[in-house]
């Protein structure tokens, strides 16, 4: 892939937009089952909270920074109003460099370096000998540009082991950082380069409402040396995350036992999706199928991926469509929650009537 990696001014589509797909298909938001997303169906349940937490200003609580260094295993943190702002912030705050991103992945990582006007060229990352393939040839010709990793990828899945990063960082030049976007990492937290210590130069983002369901209060944390961490803080500005976003994530992040039964639940809601699914797929051969804690990722010709998610959106069922060249598509799947009988019963008749429907018009 060469430096045109899109237009700099396409908008770009996100998982989860019940309003968009409202007013597309004339179903109400809250008719909507939305498995367009990669986010705990099962939330951390939300209790009251004390009313100063929306009165005061909101100031980042020393509790929440131990908490969640803890949680993290390590305290070199920012807390942030979501991961987003640091990937919209970050292209300030770091020297001026070329930067190698993924070709497929989080697209908002090449749409806001390309804003702030930094040459951009891309690796694959579909399969792993390719991709690390490729970032050690770029490494070879020009190791003064900032590398973003997307570990694990959403929606490939590609996972690079944290030794390998930590391997790259110390080969980039001084001034060149390595980015990784570990958004999905909760649920394999001993697979994260957090777990084995960071270098210098790297950059670490987590986000916080993914593994605990709870992705409307904008919370995630950043890890990097002090000196890019007060950069960030500066050009992000004050009072970045919210009193009752603070509150909750001190709760939720102290409570061991409601993580360690989420893990099973994940896993379990997982496993009832898949079998949901798993008819669609025998009439529909993928070419290649990515299983992740929170999401599935099922290549397919472009076609059938289009005719398959517009079905499900009529049905009022939300699927994430990503298009990955003119003849190939993917369908990203979130979790059911096994819990709500009567939302698997009606995925589960929506299957076999997409199989029916379609079948019949081809």
Known sequence: MGNDMGNVDAPIGHGGDLIAASNRYGIAPEKWIDLSTGINPNPYPVAALDPRAFQRLPYLLPELMQKAGTFYGNGSLLPVSGTQSVIQTLPHCLPARPVLLPDLGYREHALQWRRAGVPVSGYPAREM???CAAIEAALERDNCQHLVVINPNNPTGLRFAPEQLLN???RLAPGAHLIVD?????????QSVLSTGTAENMVVMRSFGKFFGLAGIRLGFVFAAPALLDGLQRNIGLWTVNGPAQ?????ALADVAWQAQARLDI?????????????LWQRFPCHRTVHEHLFSS?????EDAHNITRFFARSGILLR???VDAQAALVRIGLLNRKQKN???????AVFACMENLCQSV
């Open 182 to 190: 570990e958004a999905f990492m909760d649920l394999t937290p001993h």
């Open 267 to 279: 896993n379990r809601s997982g496993r009832v999706t898949r079998r949901v699914f798993a008819p």
């Open 168 to 170: 790259w960082a110390e």
């Open 321 to 323: 469509l990503i298009k």
């Open 247 to 251: 509150a909750i994530a001190i709760e």
């Open 298 to 302: 099922y290549w397919m010709a472009a």
């Open 343 to 349: 939302v698997v019963a009606k995925v589960n008749q």
């Open 129 to 131: 000998a390719a991709a």
